[in-house]
């Protein structure tokens, strides 16, 4: 009883979501730039 989470609590759980979040996209969008780049670098050597 009474043990529930309290909203806005901890101002330190939105700095870590919102990096958490920032850290995430940028590493999916350099993986998938990545992948774009190693493929047009295949097809110009062909």
């Given at each position: 009883v009474d043990k529930q989470p309290k909203y806005e609590?901890?101002?330190y759980m939105?700095?870590?979501f919102v990096v958490f979040i920032i850290?995430?996209?940028f590493f999916t969008l350099n993986l998938f730039i990545g992948v774009i780049i190693d493929?047009?670098?295949q097809q110009k050597k062909k």
């Open positions: 609590y901890s101002l939105y700095i870590y850290f995430g996209s493929n047009v670098n």
